[in-house]
């Protein structure tokens, strides 16, 4: 057993004993996410467990080049990617590489005590067989202090099948579900604030509540839901997902957010419930953070946040409906950002891209790029040239991934409505006065006295002129040639399709900095023919003017006369299996190599809207291998042909990113909604995802 001597400038290892005791652990550990970790190298050659002093987070390969081996960090460079090869692929390996943590929680009603257990974990990209995985831990447990629990953590899927087929006597085991779901504290976006605490014990008591949320209130809830107004933290006490609409906003609006298990009960003891506070959340941290504050910041009038979102001014000239598989990326201006990447998306499926292979070509040093690993994942020799690896791409992505098919509804014909009825013309001018003659700083504020009613008024009055302009669009009959363009498109372009689903398409959503998650109508389940799409339609066009998203657009600086409304009108296809995904990793933002996914066996809208909680995966687009986070409120896993499935589907999105990047790093990651029925993968929605920082 080997550590690093912290007094000793050269760092070099000494000895330090033959068992591991929780005392010496700790003098050993780093920490990740407040998690604390020992590395270790089992050197078979020599006969050697190495307990790694890993507080400064050295790399496992750098310790075996530099402190067994005798190598430079330059020589190591030079011969990396074959030096990986042989420490996690190759069966006859001389080194067996791992990573003991400590966890002080109760896993399972059946798992260790609270007291404390360590577990035993391999990277996700190793390929140790079932008897090396034997091997291995029997070596490990050896030499760890024998009052210590030991468990095996198998690092994806591959090993949670070969340790189902050992006895759990022989080897006790703990899934990283298992471990997730009982985290008290999981960062879901890093940030720090100065508000008041609002504390709710569940969503009932929120809706009761008369005094409503204010930009600067901190919310503190089980599950917080999707149509809060904006502020300036978020605190769930409840397990929930990083994809939850509401949460995906609270990126965009860059605040800290985070699960906070007891988190309320703290609060409580404390008496911090309804003063104000400093809160922060860490990426790393092993818990989030709350200290009284002055209030306003010691009597200076707080000032709200002032981001401003850039929107393009809507093209209103005359614009026919258009089938998805038309339109391109540019026409955003006319039929909005939503329907604008779906028709890209329906194109690029059909006739590939020059790009997708942009993130698989970036440098990652000391590796001049990715490509022999996408050729891995692809099937191919790793020697295959750039030809080779877009015609596989390609087949893979036209053989598995679709876009059902629909029509869009531009901007003019929205326009066309609004101006066939003075009454609602009227409406949207005093709607927009109003707006205008009200300060933006004076819609964010509410403080005391005179200044909160005047607040309170003014936000009461463009409320009703919302709800009132709603009312007209709902209300007012569509003229007679804007019906039949409807019903001619419907007939031309979806035919044979029993059942719609009518979806937004503003120009003020799926925008870096304002994804307006949830924000908008989408209307499921249209059935009965042009009269319920006309009903739906109207319902769209009547969200972009719900007193919510009016105010939500004021803060981001989006000024009404900008925004307009598009509609898809689209095929709503089956699926045994629905979620979301983001082609990076939100709960570890250094981690470039896993898309994350979240999955429903009832829909998509299930983990958007943050019904239930979702099962978790992440997929290694790199290296390969996928792993299970959470389960969610499900009780058992998904089957192994539906989780191959999602590896194929993490592939294709980090394709789709490469060609949906605004850049040539290629690494701003997407946002993709998705539905799986049998091998067919339908693609719903692809927006850009912001993520921390």
Request: hydrophobic letters at 35%; aromatic letters at 6%; charged letters at 25%.
């Amino acid at each position: 057993m080997t550590r690093s001597d912290r007094n000793d400038a050269t760092t070099r290892p000494r000895l330090a004993g033959n068992r591991l005791t929780l005392p010496e652990f700790y003098r050993l550990a780093g920490r990740v996410g407040g998690h604390p970790y020992v590395k270790i190298v089992l050197d078979r050659d020599e006969s050697v467990l190495h307990f790694i002093d890993s507080a400064d987070g050295i790399l496992h390969v750098r310790y075996i080049a530099g402190e067994i081996l005798g190598m430079s960090i330059e020589e190591l460079a030079r011969g990396l990617d074959s030096f990986n090869d042989d420490v996690y692929r190759n069966p006859d390996r001389r080194f067996y590489l791992g990573t003991l943590a400590h966890h002080t929680r109760r896993a399972a009603e059946s798992g260790p005590a609270a007291d404390g257990f360590l577990s035993l974990e391999t990277v996700d990209v190793d390929t140790m067989s079932q008897d090396m995985l034997r091997f291995f831990y029997h070596r490990v447990r050896e030499h760890i202090d024998p009052t210590l629990p030991l468990l095996l953590k198998p690092a994806g899927h591959r090993q949670e099948g070969y340790v189902a087929r050992i006895p759990e006597s022989e080897i006790p085991r703990i899934l990283s579900h298992e471990l997730y779901s009982t985290a008290s504290f999981v960062p879901l976006n890093p940030g720090a604030a100065h508000g008041r605490l609002r504390v709710f014990r569940s969503e009932e008591e929120y809706r009761a509540d008369p005094e409503p949320l204010e930009w600067q209130d901190i919310v503190v809830m089980p599950r917080v839901p999707e149509d809060i107004p904006r502020v300036s933290g978020i605190i769930h006490t409840e397990h929930t997902t990083p994809l939850s609409h509401i949460n995906v906003m609270a990126a965009g609006w860059r605040i800290p957010n985070a699960i906070g298990i007891g988190a309320a009960e703290r609060i409580d003891r404390a008496g911090l419930a309804g003063r104000w506070v400093r809160y922060r959340v860490d990426a790393d941290g092993e818990d989030l953070l709350l200290e009284a504050a002055q209030p306003g910041g010691g009597g200076v009038r707080p000032t709200p946040p002032a981001e401003r979102v850039a929107v393009e001014r809507p093209d209103l000239g005359p614009t026919p409906i258009t089938p998805l598989s038309a339109l391109r990326a540019g026409d955003h201006v006319r039929f909005g950002t939503k329907a604008a990447n779906l028709g890209e998306l329906t194109h690029l499926l059909e006739y590939g891209s020059p790009r997708w292979l942009g993130f698989y070509r970036v440098p990652r040093p000391p590796r001049d790029n990715l490509l022999r690993y996408l050729a891995r994942q692809l099937g191919l020799p790793e020697g295959a040239d750039e030809a080779e690896l877009t015609a596989a791409a390609r087949h893979l992505v036209k053989e598995h991934a679709h876009v059902p098919r629909g029509i869009v509804l531009p901007f003019s014909l929205q326009q066309r409505f609004l101006d066939s009825s003075a009454e609602l013309r009227d409406a949207l001018g005093r709607l927009d006065s109003e707006l205008r003659d009200r300060p933006d700083t004076e819609l964010r504020h509410r403080t005391s006295g005179r200044e909160e009613a005047s607040s309170a008024e003014g936000t009461s009055r463009i409320e009703e002129l919302c709800l009132e302009a709603q009312r007209l669009i709902l209300g007012t009959p569509l003229p007679g040639p804007i019906r039949t363009e409807i019903d001619r498109a419907i007939h031309r372009h979806l035919y044979g399709v029993p059942v719609q689903v009518v979806r937004s398409s503003s120009n003020a959503e799926d925008l870096p900095g304002f994804s307006a998650a949830g924000l908008y109508e989408s209307v499921a389940n249209v059935r009965g023919g042009t009269d319920a799409v006309v009903d739906a339609v109207r319902e769209v066009w009547a969200s972009l003017l719900s007193p919510r998203a009016v105010l939500l657009r004021r803060q981001a600086g989006i000024p009404l006369d900008h925004c307009r409304m598009g509609v898809i009108v689209q095929e709503q296809v089956g699926a045994t299996v629905g979620g979301v995904l983001v082609t990076c990793n939100p709960l570890s933002p250094r981690d470039f190599r896993d898309v994350y996914l979240n999955v429903s066996p009832r829909s998509v809208t299930d983990v958007v809207t943050g019904t239930g909680a979702p099962l978790q995966y992440l997929c290694n687009t790199v290296e390969g291998g996928s792993r299970t986070v959470s389960l969610g409120t499900a009780t058992t896993d998904l089957d192994a042909g539906t989780k191959d499935l999602l590896r194929r589907l993490a592939l294709i999105s980090r394709l789709l990113q490469s060609h949906f990047s605004p850049d040539e790093t290629y690494g701003a990651p997407v946002d993709i909604e998705w539905a799986i029925e049998g091998d067919r993968i339908d693609l719903l929605q692809l927006r850009p995802f912001r993520t921390a920082g």
